[in-house]
């Protein structure tokens, strides 16, 4: 974390609570999110992670990128409001089946539904 980056004051961050933040921060790291899934296939979020005294979400997101699955790394930026790629892995179509069918995300749906579960 760099030294230019504002950190969020103490009477901020003790007016929520960290169920809050994480919330918060979980709204903010979807909606950056939505501009990376697939338009034409389903999509999953697995693996959320917070950092929350340093703003930061991590996720991995199962997703069909042309012939093929992958599964998707990606941390969020909250101070900056930055979604950054952490690398990609091959992901075995056999495996999809093995999926939690409720953290599938369709294109079409809003991912605000995906803000209202839990990591």
Not at 99 to 112: D, F, G, Q
């Amino acid at each position: 974390m760099g030294f230019w980056k504002r950190r969020v004051s103490a009477e901020e961050q003790g007016s929520m609570t960290p169920e809050t933040q994480r919330q918060r921060l979980r709204e903010r790291a979807l909606s950056r999110l939505q501009l990376t899934l697939p338009s034409d296939s389903p999509s999953w979020v697995l693996n959320e992670a917070f950092d929350l005294p340093n703003n930061i979400m991590r996720l991995d997101i199962v997703m069909r990128i042309g012939p093929g699955w992958v599964k998707r790394r990606y941390r969020y930026d909250g101070e900056v409001d930055v979604l950054y790629f952490n690398g990609e892995i091959p992901f075995p179509e056999t495996a999809l089946d093995e999926l939690p069918p409720e953290r599938m995300v369709w294109p079409s749906h809003p991912l605000s539904r995906l803000s209202e579960l839990t990591a």
